[in-house]
Structures are given as C-alpha cells and as structure tokens.
C-alpha cells in the first residue's frame, strides 16, 4: 500500500506541474529531466519528434532550441504549437519519410522517439511491439540524423531489449540508459540516449528474436 501511495502521489505531482505550466503531457517532464541531466538540445538545433501526440515533449522541445526547427510526426493530429512543424502519417511509411525530410530541409540535430504500442495488457507481446516501434524510429535516425546527434528513444524492457541497445551501439560513440524520475514506478520503460551519432547505417536493423536470454543492462549517467 505505502509503494503504491508514493507512485500515486508522483504521478499527481507531474499531472499538477502540467497543469500549471500548461504543457500538454505530464511526459514533458521526462524530457525536462533528460535534457536538464544529458544535454540533449543546445540553442538553434533541428529537432525531430516521432509519435509525438499530444505535443508535450514538441512543446519543451521547442522551448530549448529557440529559433532552432521543430518537427513533429504522429499518426494522430497535433494540436498547432506556435514554430513547430507537424505531420500527419505513418513514419513506417516512404510517403511521410519523404514528407519529413522536405519539411526538415537537411538533417537533425536530435531525434526523439517516445512510441509507444497500444497496450493490450500481455506483456511480452506489449514488449515486442515496443521493440519493432524501435526498430523504425532507429531507421529513421539513420535517415535524417546529422553526424554527432543526439537521439533519445523509449524501450520498454524485457528479453529483447538487449537487441536495441546493440543498434543503438553500432551508430553511435556514447549509448546510456536512464529512467526520469517522473516516469512512473511501476512502468517497465527506460530511455535509450545515444550520443555522438557516427552517420553509419548499417545494412539492416537486427530483427529481434523473441527466444534471446534476458540481459541485465544498468549503466547510467552523464552523456558528455
């Protein structure tokens, strides 16, 4: 009971700052504490976005990087946000690929991902449709990224997570994993920062194999 008191109490604390701050996600603050920790955005930067409904981290995104590009891309509509760009579609698909990299008009300083499947409650399946959303938006960064970015992506842990980190890896110089204090305790989703992006794009993506061993993985900290 006292367990789950504490995590009730967070979550209302971040819906509150939400709120208060008018941001359109208590998930705002993940990103806050990310950048606030990593140094993830600097003043100017060309940032994109994927799965990015309802806006919150486009908001806080946007904050940081001032007169910088802002592009949002969601299956779903966004609600404008002054300086940013949104896009309507499926990033699986070539059509909005193409529509991304028109808008952006050259490469990213930073891509975000924080994707996430429709849950339906049986957690492997949950887990390994985390980890095919992964798989995209990592393709993606190989698309659009430029040479040093920045990219920050949403697993959720489980047997396979091992399969991201090792593409994560092989693109670039610095890799961490970190949990923001406003996620909730009992959610299985960490944050995959790669740092230093070597604008190496490997033949193809590791597709995952639901029978790999469970790894445990716990390094944290700083990204510079």
């Known amino acids: 009971m006292t367990k789950r008191w ?34 993830i955005f600097e003043d100017g930067n060309s940032v994109v976005d994927l799965g990015a409904s309802p806006g919150g981290w486009l908001q806080v995104a946007k904050e940081r ?22 896009i309507i579609g499926d990033i699986t698909a070539e059509e909005t690929m193409k529509e991304l990299l028109e808008k952006l008009g050259g490469k990213a300083d930073v891509v975000l991902s924080d994707m996430a499947p429709n849950i339906g409650g049986h957690y492997s399946t949950d887990h390994a449709r985390s980890i095919h959303l992964c798989t995209y938006a990592i393709d993606v ?22 399969t991201i980190r090792e593409e994560m890896e092989k693109r670039f110089h610095i890799v961490k994993v970190h949990e923001p204090d406003a996620s909730r305790s009992t959610s299985s989703e960490v944050y995959v ?32």
């Open 65 to 86: 990087v001032g007169d910088g590009k802002v592009v949002g891309v969601d299956l779903r509509p966004i609600k404008p946000i002054d300086g940013v760009i949104t």
């Open 141 to 162: 960064a190989d698309r659009v990224l430029k040479k040093d970015g920045i990219m920050v992506i949403k697993v959720f842990m489980g047997d396979m997570f091992p």
């Open 6 to 39: 504490l995590s009730e109490r967070k979550q209302e604390k971040y819906y509150k700052l939400a709120k208060k701050y008018d941001y359109r996600s208590r998930a705002s603050f993940k990103l806050i504490q990310m950048d606030d920790r990593f140094g």
């Open 193 to 224: 920062l790669g740092g230093g992006f070597k604008g190496i794009r490997p033949k193809k993506i590791t597709e995952p194999a639901e029978e790999e061993k469970k790894a445990e993985f716990s390094v944290k900290g700083e990204l510079k």
